[in-house]
């Protein structure tokens, strides 16, 4: 049996250690986590993911008859009646809480894990932290959307300037203005729930420290980790939709060739239900792995700045000469 050691998470890693010691981390807790995370997030998640699944194969089901029979009056009075908006209303709530629990789910666990040193950790344990951050994380997640909102409409301003002067000015100087705006905003601001659980700080200060953080001359090795992260999660998550494209794919092709109306069976109704179900589970649990990243990069970026680790092992050196030492024999 592999005898257990503990990661220091508060150390000084360049990118390729910082990637390396996410997958360790998470293939060292891969069982205590996916465990509080699918006791925890699992139910809404679940739930979130069916009422998905279902509307992604009614939207299919509907467009593609109303496509091949000329009469998209069926698929109009679907999405205007009260059905389809409470059906992506509760959607929208239990996916929306679901983000926050599994964020917190994963924060939590590595926090108990620096703490307690050890990937014994129970799921009572992390749900009690993740009782206490969830009012806090609902009110961030609010107000990062709010600001957002706002930090968008600020951005449209020069595309708005420019498209007075030039349709050409717009495509490759005002729209790219505003993806790396809100990308260089979205980089910097990528510590703040961890922050808030970790430091326990309110909103506005602890996106205040991601942004001193990031900003002091790791904005780009940040944005580089969550990039290529994200990328895995995305494309690991999509191998669960392949049976819906083949089934979009089958469709279009056997509608171009034959000009006649597909049969939408039962069948395929299953299977794109099944698929975006677990499609949604998938990006649950492999939140883990860009969350985590960030959490590390988070440790990195306070140490390389506070030397917080480095001050620890200083001050534990005094108590360990102080204490008592065995006889030698010899």
């Known amino acids: ?46 739930v979130g993911s069916l009422l998905i699944g279902s509307f992604m194969s009614d939207f299919f089901s509907l467009t593609l008859a109303s496509q091949t029979s000329g009469n998209p009056e069926a698929a109009a009075n679907y999405f205007l009646s009260v059905n389809f908006w409470l059906q992506l209303i509760l959607m929208i709530i239990l996916l929306f809480a679901s983000y926050i629990i599994t964020l917190a789910c994963i924060n939590s666990y590595i ?11 129970e799921v009572k344990e992390v749900w009690n932290r993740v009782r206490q951050l969830f009012g806090p994380y609902l009110g961030t997640t609010i107000l990062f959307f709010l600001a957002f909102i706002l930090v ?6 020069p595309v708005f300037i420019f498209g007075s002067l030039s349709s050409v000015l717009v495509a490759f100087v005002g729209i790219p203005v505003v993806i790396c705006g809100l990308a260089y905003l979205a980089i910097s601001s990528s510590l703040t729930f961890f922050i808030q659980a970790y430091e326990r700080k309110n909103f506005f200060d602890s996106l205040a420290r991601s ?9 780009w090795s940040t944005f580089g980790l969550i990039l290529i992260l994200q990328l895995i999660t995305g494309t690991v998550s999509y191998i ?3 049976p819906y494209y083949v089934i979009v794919f089958t469709a279009s092709l056997h509608t171009a060739q034959t000009g006649s109306p597909f049969e939408f069976s ?30 590390f990069q988070y440790f990195n970026l306070v140490e390389l700045k506070e030397a917080r680790g480095l001050m620890s092992q200083i001050e534990t050196l005094g108590q360990n000469d102080s204490a008592p030492r065995p006889e030698e024999h010899f």
Do not use: H
């Open 240 to 242: 669960f939709l392949i």
């Open 1 to 46: 049996m592999e005898e257990f050691k503990a990661i220091e998470l508060q150390q000084a890693r360049d990118f390729s250690k910082k990637m390396n010691v996410t997958f360790e981390f998470l293939r060292q807790n891969f069982k205590a986590l996916i465990r509080a995370i699918l006791y925890i997030a699992g139910p809404p998640v679940l």
């Open 152 to 157: 968008y409409i600020f951005l449209l301003i």
């Open 111 to 121: 926090i108990l894990y620096k703490e307690k040193l050890t990937n014994k950790i």
């Open 211 to 219: 942004f001193r953080l990031v900003n002091n001359g790791k904005w």
């Open 266 to 295: 039962e069948t395929m109704s299953i299977i794109i239900l099944v698929c975006f179900t677990l499609y949604y589970m998938a990006q649950m649990l492999l939140y883990s792995l860009p969350n985590t990243g960030i959490a």
